[in-house]
């Protein structure tokens, strides 16, 4: 697993030992892995993320169905 120095300002370390108490964390280290998963989850787009890349790519793989009559098959008639 990387290990990294970081750098943070007084008011960042509160953030960070506050998400620390608030959910029980045992360290910093905890806690900015919590943030990270959150900020991946809310804020990344979907096709930023590698697993959506890796089905993106699967489903190009596919075969294409042919269909006749498009708003018929869908029934959109």
Do not use: C
Not at 4 to 9: E, M
Not at 14 to 27: C, D, E, T
Not at 36 to 58: S, T
């Amino acid at each position: 697993m990387p290990q990294a120095v970081i750098s943070l300002d007084e008011h960042e370390n509160r953030i960070v030992n506050i998400i620390k108490g608030k959910y029980g964390l045992k360290n910093k280290s905890e806690a900015i892995t919590l943030i990270i998963n959150q900020y991946e989850e809310e804020i990344m787009e979907p096709e930023l993320r590698p697993e959506f890349v890796e089905k993106m790519q699967e489903i190009q793989k596919e075969k294409p169905v042919k269909i006749k009559d498009f708003k018929r098959h869908f029934g959109l008639k």
